[in-house]
């Protein structure tokens, strides 16, 4: 199979630049493309040349590829900073400059200095940082040389909405993707205590114009993609509780603010409705979303036909325990999920195991809720304490009394841990072992995703070809993202990934859209933008 590498050289230059999505699984077929690296690849100087793309979920760097002077990008999440910072070792060891980005990075840049031997590392907002050291390290020269001390890690910080770039989607080879991507929204106002992104990505909603937005999508649509994810952090910035607590406060410069922000969503949402009615659309939204029926209203018009909804947990102690209590449990949760089933928008209900509060009974109560609520997919995963969040920062103080070293390493530097000697938990439980959490987990997953319950669940379709590909994408996701599932014997590895790149290689066959080159760009001058009146805001709060 072919990798999915692209190379036009800049005039007079003689470097390459490679930007590389580091993994240790390739299955030959992508889901959604990796948006960073095609980001990235538009804020690449002109001087040098087009970039190199590399996306390891499909196949993995050849290292003679990688020149002596080369300038060599690799982004890491917590997940996956293992890999890459095993590419970032191989790169400078050929001659090439190393610069590391991504959520990790922004967290730990020492570490990407020490341990994935980078030239440079980007905190932040790449989008206009890695034009900066792209130039810096074409102006040094050899990477033997280095950079200054000074320069060595660049501040991307938080640009603003109207400086998101749009990917260079002309880059792609679009036979290895799924689903394209497009970012809306930056940040995300809550704070829940296993999440990152409130930290390193504010609180504060970054939005982008929504006419970009719209340019980006006919492009994308025009070169054969009709699955489209929404990466947002969260598609839903302002809830009807925000606005009656401003307005309880009589805090006119915050009704102001976020009647903007609400205000282009529904625009957005407006322009996503006159697209070609055979686009597909899914975002990530906080449950609270569900109590809002005009905006779901509006996401259905806009062909979102689905959306990730952090569940988490299905009781009352174990919202508590994530900072996550403003979300519903029981028969209340179950009927909030339906109506996002109701309004048109179908759930992928993520839950977490593992927490304090968890008991036995906990896991086959999850499923139950998962299945009487009638979230369409859904992911169980077990805890895990993710740098830059709330848990984190408790976890390694707790550590820092009594620390547990494995092969080497600190338990709180788990990333660095080998795969093979990586346990599957990293903070006790009360009550139960980390290998009866993990077996619990997994037969929620096999319930959930067995035949007969993704054969019913595949009845919101419209028709046979999407219901065959709804189970299709189904088996495919479960074996994806079922971490658990996948045995730590190589021989057991080995089919497991060669069944799951067969199953994604037959689900892209079901996503393929025919390219729509004469769809039109949206003539933005002759737009009137729309007045909209603020939503009621009686009895707005939980039921």
Known sequence: MPRTTYFVRGKGSDLSVHLINPSDNSFG???????????????????????????????????????????????????????????????????????????????????????????????????????????????????????????????????????????????????HYMWASVQTIRGCPKHCSFCSVWRTDGQQPRQRKFQSVIDEIVNLRRIGFRFIALADDNFYPVTLTDLRLAREQNNEARIAELTAIRNER??????????????????????EAGEDTEYLDAMKRANIKGALVGVEAVTPEGLKAVFKD???????????????????????????????????????????????????????????????????????????????????????????????????????????????????????????????????????????????????LSKLYRQMYAGTGISTDSARKKKSKAWARWTAAQCHKLFVAKPMPELGFPDWTRRVPTQRSAPALISIGKM
């Open 326 to 472: 403003w979300n519903y449990s029981g028969d209340a949760l179950a009927k909030q999920l339906q109506t996002f089933k109701q309004h048109g928008v179908h759930v992928l209900g993520s839950f977490i195991f593992g927490l304090p509060t968890d008991k036995p009974a906990t896991f086959d109560a999850t499923v139950a809720m998962a299945l009487k609520a009638g979230v369409t997919f859904a992911q169980f995963v077990m805890m895990t304490p993710f740098p830059g969040t709330v848990d984190f920062g408790r976890w390694e103080k707790e550590q820092a009394k009594n620390p547990t070293v494995i092969d080497g390493v600190p338990i709180t530097r788990y990333w660095l841990i080998p795969t093979e000697s990586r346990p599957k938990m990293f903070t006790p439980h009360p009550t139960m072992s980390s290998g009866e959490i993990s077996e619990r987990t997994q037969k929620v997953w096999d319930k959930f995703y067995d035949w007969p319950a993704i054969w019913e669940r595949s009845a919101c379709t419209p028709n046979l070809k999407a219901r065959v590909a709804f189970m299709f």
């Open 266 to 287: 529904f625009e957005l949402m407006d322009e996503l409705s006159k697209l070609p009615k055979d686009m597909v659309f899914f975002t990530q939204i906080t449950m």
């Open 29 to 175: 077929t992508a889901v959604i493309t990796p948006r960073w690296l095609f980001v990235l690849a538009a804020a690449t100087p002109e001087v040098a040349g087009d970039p190199i793309l590399v996306d390891e979920s499909i196949e993995q760097v050849n290292p003679e590829t990688i020149k002596p002077g080369d300038i060599v990008g690799v982004s890491v999440h917590t997940g996956n900073a293992l890999r890459g910072y095993a590419v970032g070792r191989m790169a400078r060891a050929r001659g090439a400059w190393v610069v590391y980005g991504g959520i990790h990075a922004t967290l730990f840049p020492e570490e990407c200095l020490e341990i994935g031997e980078a030239h440079a590392v980007v905190k932040g907002d790449g989008d206009i940082a890695w034009g900066n050291v792209v130039r810096d390290c074409i102006a040094a020269g050899s990477p033997s040389m280095g950079l200054a001390e000074s320069t060595r890690i660049y501040e991307g910080g938080r640009i603003q909405g109207n400086e998101f770039l749009a990917g260079r989607w002309d880059l792609m080879n679009r036979d």
